[in-house]
């Protein structure tokens, strides 16, 4: 079943501190296999806390502003047109730096419930 629509009529929702995450694509949608969001995040907000994920894959698609990915204890400057391949296993966060809003696509899969946090 096939859909068309804008960004702003994505479902998402807005997490204090965290920023805000449209939901383009998933189980909701129908989808079996695939996850599309579009994260947000103001200067100095955190998408999460250090974490992994045992089975999932993930792409990132830097659209706008400027971050610090912490992958695997090493911190990589993120900025518009970077791209990013997660594998299972790999830790990582982002913190957003700079002045304006950092906005990212992350395609994942499979889909579901799949985050370890890291003490």
Same mark, same amino acid.
Do not use: C, W
């Given at each position: 079943?096939?859909?068309?629509?804008?960004?702003?009529?994505?479902?998402?929702?807005?997490?204090?501190?965290?920023?805000?995450?449209?939901?383009f694509?998933?189980?909701?949608?129908?989808?079996?296999?695939i996850?599309?969001?579009?994260?947000?995040?103001?200067?100095?907000?955190?998408?999460?806390?250090?974490?992994?994920?045992?089975?999932?894959?993930?792409?990132?698609?830097?659209?706008? @502003?400027?971050? !610090?990915?912490?992958?695997?204890?090493?911190?990589?400057? #993120?900025k $518009?047109?970077? =791209? +990013?391949?997660?594998s299972p296993?790999?830790k990582?966060?982002i913190?957003?730096? @700079?002045?304006? !809003?950092?906005?990212?696509?992350?395609?994942?899969?499979? #889909?579901? $419930?799949?985050? =370890? +946090?890291?003490?």
């Amino acid at each position: 079943m096939a859909k068309i629509f804008g960004f702003s009529d994505a479902p998402h929702t807005k997490t204090i501190g965290r920023g805000t995450t449209y939901r383009f694509v998933d189980e909701d949608m129908g989808s079996k296999r695939i996850g599309v969001i579009l994260v947000e995040l103001e200067p100095g907000m955190k998408s999460a806390e250090i974490h992994y994920h045992k089975e999932r894959e993930g792409v990132y698609v830097v659209l706008q @502003g400027n971050a !610090t990915l912490l992958l695997n204890g090493t911190e990589h400057q #993120l900025k $518009p047109e970077t =791209v +990013v391949y997660l594998s299972p296993g790999d830790k990582h966060g982002i913190t957003s730096t @700079g002045s304006e !809003t950092f906005r990212m696509i992350e395609v994942y899969s499979p #889909l579901g $419930p799949d985050r =370890v +946090v890291v003490q």
